[in-house]
């Protein structure tokens, strides 16, 4: 059963500290990412309302933490989001997460 990374990027921040847990855990230098912050720029909607997203993205370096797993952890990119929008789990129970939410969701296999 895969497993894989579910983000909940309606209230994603943009404050990168996915990226440096996860290049800190990976022991990658400053310009590798296994995880990168991309930003939706300000776009107004037809109704005059804003459009402004984040969403992390786990790049080919991702391994989903292959040894903290097996050790009997969590991703750290999971542990360290402020907002609490990260979470890893089977492809099951994240698809399930996601479509209880309803909106604004990916799911990740790297
Ligand atoms: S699961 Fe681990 S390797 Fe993958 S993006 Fe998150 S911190 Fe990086
Ligand atoms: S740590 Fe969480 S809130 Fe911050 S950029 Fe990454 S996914 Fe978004």
Same mark, same amino acid.
Request: glycine fraction near 10%; hydrophobic fraction near 35%.
């Given at each position: 059963?895969?497993?894989?990374?579910?983000?909940?990027?309606?209230?994603?921040s943009?404050? #990168?500290?996915?990226? %440096? +847990?996860?290049?800190? /855990? =990976?022991?990658?230098?400053?310009? &590798?990412?296994?995880?990168?912050?991309?930003e939706?720029?300000?776009?107004?909607?037809?109704?005059?309302?804003? #459009?402004?997203?984040? %969403? +992390?993205?786990?790049? /080919? =370096?991702?391994?989903?933490?292959? &040894?903290?797993?097996?050790?009997?952890?969590?991703?750290?990119?999971?542990?360290?989001?402020?907002?609490?929008?990260?979470?890893?789990?089977?492809?099951?129970?994240?698809?399930?997460?996601?479509?209880?939410?309803?909106?604004?969701?990916?799911?990740?296999?790297?």
């Open positions: 059963m895969a497993n894989g990374l579910y983000i909940d990027f309606e209230f994603c943009g404050c #990168h500290s996915c990226e %440096i +847990a996860c290049r800190n /855990e =990976l022991e990658l230098g400053i310009t &590798d990412f296994g995880m990168k912050v991309l939706d720029k300000p776009r107004q909607n037809p109704d005059g309302s804003w #459009h402004w997203d984040y %969403i +992390a993205y786990p790049t /080919e =370096l991702c391994n989903l933490c292959e &040894d903290r797993v097996a050790a009997g952890g969590i991703p750290a990119c999971v542990q360290h989001c402020q907002a609490k929008v990260l979470y890893y789990g089977t492809i099951e129970e994240l698809t399930a997460q996601m479509l209880e939410k309803g909106s604004k969701g990916a799911i990740f296999i790297p």
